[in-house]
């Protein structure tokens, strides 16, 4: 069984440009939530995708958005970087979709971002 | 709205002793608390759960009860080893996570 991987592991990227975050997830998932994580926090959640749609969504502006592809797999696209934007993005599957599910998530081990 | 405040650390104990660690949530309706534990240089893992008042998970020897009364969730173990250091996230409807409270279990 195939873990939640995600690509790329570090990048780095200057104030005002647009970055792609790519995960895939577990085998047999269908849903995918992006997650930030900045230096000392915990995980902010920013929004869910199941069977391709959006199902959900935290705090974050229009300028962070996302896809999700028949393959379950996902993008998150941050547009306008900001310098806040530096954190962990996490990404991380569940079997089934709906933001009050109690099922586990599995989480990926994260693209670290840097804007300078 | 929905939040968890946990106890800020770091936690720092000796090999054997006896760990707690507070969370107390805010929420509207009936949440599932979760703990998740990061361990280093890996990801975040499911720890333990519990959808409902009263109910309490375990797992490795970590314990938690959903006390609804307390609005609170405090994670427990009764012996921690050096391998149970890691940071500890206090977690509600699996997307509102508290800061963080790393543990160092020294020998």
């Known amino acids: 069984e195939t873990g939640v991987t995600q690509s790329p592991t570090h990048l780095i990227k200057t104030r005002g440009q647009q970055v792609t975050l790519r995960c895939s997830s577990q085998?047999?998932?269908?849903?995918v939530s992006w997650y930030q994580q900045a230096l000392g926090q915990g995980p902010q959640f920013i929004f869910q995708?199941?069977?391709?749609?959006?199902?959900g969504r935290g705090n974050f502006p229009p300028r962070f958005s996302g896809l999700q592809f028949p393959n379950y797999s996902s993008e998150l696209n941050v547009n306008a970087l900001e310098l806040d934007d530096s954190a962990l993005y996490l990404c991380a599957s569940t079997p089934r979709g709906g933001v009050a599910s109690t099922d586990t998530q599995y989480f990926g081990p994260g693209t670290r971002l840097t804007v300078l | 709205g929905n939040s968890v405040t946990q106890m800020e650390g770091p936690v720092t104990l000796s090999e054997e002793a006896f760990l707690t660690i507070n969370c107390t949530y805010t929420a509207t309706g009936y949440p599932s608390l979760f703990w998740y534990v990061q361990y280093p240089g890996e990801g975040l893992q499911l720890l333990l759960k519990?959808?409902?008042?009263?109910d309490k998970g375990s797992n490795k020897g970590f314990e938690a009860t959903y006390r609804k009364e307390t609005t609170s969730f405090h994670l427990e173990k009764g012996s921690v080893q050096v391998s149970d250091s890691a940071v500890y996230f206090c977690a509600l409807n699996q997307f509102y996570f508290g800061t963080g409270t790393s543990l160092t279990v020294i020998p």
């Open positions: 519990a959808t409902k008042a009263d």
């Open positions: 995708y199941y069977r391709e749609e959006e199902n």
């Open positions: 085998s047999g998932h269908n849903t």
